[in-house]
């Protein structure tokens, strides 16, 4: 963008980068959990690009934050860089400009000989008023459209105080049969307000720990682990034997939360279950 960061832009680049930190991710580990690649959420983090809205979402997810506020914010940005405001052009000071033909002198002075310069054609007196009023237009529009943003904005922010003050919860992605395969985060049964509740856990060694999960809005269960080993599985298994799992792949997942995929259901009759890696030991239980 030229000219600089807007200070939207630059608010949006802040808040984003506040969030990567509470997720507590590298941007290579970020890129691996979203649908950005590395250099992508560098750009994003830096704010020399805006991100699309989907990926203010996941990254929202990963956080853990409802995602409202954000974008709301990134809507302000986007607004922002569509209509910059226009820097009027300084006015040239008669007392330390130098003279112009044009200049008629001032009332008063003394005629010193010097020709007067012919007075300007008409149609150049007109077009100076002329280009004022485009200026003055587009920036009525620039400001115009920022201020319905911040409306907009504004009523997203104060909503989204309002529901989380209130708690009366989210709106989900997906419920019941629908949330089958897809992950908590991202569909919102994971997030503050959707009645998620930890129904039984398990510490193994000195760190590792394993929740059985569910949220009564999205009406689905889900297993996730904390400090896993590289390798270690974990998975959720339904009374019909239906399955879903996950594995700690690196380091990132190791020192994260990572959870499974959903099954459709409550918490009854689900069991949840750690592979360990070395060896293989199985850890089950249920509510």
Known sequence: MSGGLTLECAHLARELAGLR?????????????????????????????????????????LAGEPPARLLALRELAELS?????????????????????EE???????????????????????????????????????AGALATAAMVAGALLLGGAREEQEDIGVWPGCVGERCRGKQAQSQGCGLKGSGMRTVAEREYGRQTVVELRYSPTCRASWVRIRFGATGDRIEITGPDKESQSAEVADKFDAQNYLPTPMLAGGPEGMTACLVRADGGERHCFGQ
Do not use: M, N
């Open 104 to 142: 008629p002198p001032a009332a008063g002075t003394p005629d010193t000989g010097r020709p007067h310069a012919p007075p300007p054609a008409a149609p150049a007196s007109v077009s100076r008023p002329r280009r004022f009023l485009r200026r003055r237009k587009v920036a009525l529009a620039g």
């Open 21 to 61: 930190a509470t997720t507590g991710l590298s941007l290579a580990g970020l890129a691996a959990r979203t649908t950005a690649s590395k250099s992508s959420w560098q750009r994003y983090l830096g704010g020399t690009q805006i991100p699309p809205p989907e990926l203010v979402t996941e990254l929202c997810a």
């Open 81 to 101: 860089r569509r209509h910059p405001q226009p820097r009027p052009a300084p006015e040239p000071s008669r007392k330390t400009g130098p003279a112009t033909a």
